[in-house]
Structure formats: structure tokens, C-alpha cells
């Protein structure tokens, strides 16, 4: 089990900057591969981006690249998600996602966290 905590949502400007962060409960969080989904209002939900087990490893969707990074520290238990030059169809909310290496579909998900941008 995998218990997911997001943060660091927020209002921002467009063109602005957040970190988002995700902090997973459990010992084994370096055998998961860790995503970030986002949903607006009335669309689906999108992935973002993912990293692997170690970190070194990371792809991200077409409407992020470039602007988003995602990272992770194995020895805190945390994803993080830096967003830059933000635009107006980046508000959604943002969760995190958890799955096994092995697996096509992610097991875990947080609640998520609210981003907001004005233009």
C-alpha cells in the first residue's frame, strides 16, 4: 500500500512558476514508477509526466514540454513537479499517481491539488 499526499498548489499569474509535491507513505517507493495527471473542469483526466524507479529516466506530455520538470528523492519519499511559464490551460487539478514497474496502470493515486492560472 501506497498512501499519496499532494501539495503546493495555488493561484498564479500567467507566465508565473509552482512546485508541486507529492509525499508517499511506505518503504518501498523507489520500486514504483511515479506520475503526475491533471484534470480540468469538464475534460478528461491527462497525464503530465513520469519518472522511473531511480530518476533517471523521465517523459513528459507534449503540452508540458519544456516547461515542466519532474523529479523525485528516493531517500524523502517525494515527486515533484516544478511548472514554469505557466498558462491559463495548465489549471486543473493536479494529482500524483503511483505504479509498479512492471504494470501498465497506476495503482495509487493522491487527492489531488488545485493550480489555478489567471491570465
Known amino acids: 500500500q501506497v498512501q499519496l499526499v499532494e501539495s503546493g498548489g495555488g493561484l498564479v499569474q500567467a507566465g508565473g512558476s509552482l512546485r508541486l509535491s507529492c509525499a508517499a507513505s511506505g518503504r518501498t517507493f523507489s520500486t514504483y514508477t511515479m506520475g503526475w495527471f491533471r484534470q480540468a473542469p469538464g475534460k478528461e483526466r491527462e497525464f503530465v509526466a513520469r519518472v522511473n524507479w531511480s530518476g533517471g529516466n523521465t517523459y513528459y506530455a507534449d503540452s508540458v514540454k519544456g516547461r515542466f520538470t519532474i523529479s523525485r528523492d528516493n531517500a524523502k519519499n517525494t515527486v515533484d513537479l516544478q511548472m514554469n511559464s505557466l498558462k491559463p490551460e495548465d489549471t486543473a487539478v493536479y494529482s500524483c499517481?503511483?505504479?509498479?514497474?512492471?504494470?501498465?496502470?497506476?495503482?495509487?493515486w493522491g487527492q489531488g491539488t488545485q493550480v489555478t492560472v489567471s491570465s
Open positions: 499517481a503511483a505504479k509498479k514497474i512492471y504494470l501498465e496502470t497506476y495503482e495509487y
